[in-house]
């Protein structure tokens, strides 16, 4: 059954000629197939847009079905399973042709995706980062605008587009995924804390690029949000 199994896979977007040692491809055959890939093709539209609520809203139903048959054409083997759907959107807008008039949609579908990533990520691991911490900083007023749509009461929300460099956390520190504006500090602190540095590295950028900001007060700001386990590790 794995042979058929795959061979109808394969069908639903391509030729059927793969299904011929078990379907007749008479007209009733094939007006069967397209029936399964009907079905298929709207259930991967389905699963597409409950991954990327926020490009829905900003370009409606209608637009949104027509990029996410686009595609599926170019990405056959995209799995219509909720959780693994679509990783590759936000790359395919920024080519996608009638998405060039809306620079912001590609990164904000990014971080639609980051919340998605966050909310199946592991409640532990290694550390100092919580695992579902995702970090992003834009030239641009995405992170603001990507909050009024999908937290429209966070502080910073704003319906605006603006070249203004912005930096956002999403993370699930509980139950639920959160997302909050970073002050440049708080950035500072937790980009270096991602890439590695000591904690010494981390203490000295924070002296000289944010000197009127607590060390101690911006770790212990970090660790009460939920996405530091620990202070990073002191080199011998």
Do not use: K
Request: overall charge negative; proline content about 9%.
């Amino acid at each position: 059954m794995s042979d058929f199994h795959d061979a109808f896979h394969r069908a639903l977007d391509g030729p059927p000629d793969g299904l011929s040692p078990w379907l007749t491809l008479d007209a009733r055959g094939l007006a069967g197939l397209s029936v399964y890939r009907n079905t298929a093709t709207r259930g991967r539209i389905e699963a597409l847009a409950a991954n990327y609520p926020t490009v829905v809203q900003v370009v409606g139903e209608e637009w949104f079905t027509g990029a996410a048959r686009a595609f599926g054409r170019q990405h056959p083997e995209a799995d219509a399973v909720l959780a693994a759907c679509g990783e590759a959107f936000p790359s395919f807008l920024t080519t996608f042709p009638p998405a060039q008039s809306l620079p912001y949609l590609a990164p904000m579908a990014r971080l639609d995706r980051a919340w998605t990533e966050a909310h199946l990520a592991p409640d532990d691991g290694p550390g100092p980062l919580h695992p579902s911490a995702r970090l992003f900083r834009f030239g641009w007023s995405v992170p603001a605008l990507w909050l009024a749509h999908r937290y429209p009461d966070q502080s910073g929300a704003a319906m605006r587009w603006a070249p203004e460099t912005q930096a956002i956390l999403i993370h699930r520190p509980q139950d639920g995924v959160r997302a909050r504006l970073l002050t440049e500090a708080e950035w500072t602190v937790l980009d270096s804390i991602r890439r590695g540095l000591t904690r010494g590295a981390v203490m000295a950028r924070v002296l000289i690029e944010h000197p009127h900001r607590d060390y101690a007060d911006l770790m212990a700001e970090l660790t009460a949000w939920g996405v530091l386990y620990s202070q990073p590790e002191q080199t011998p």
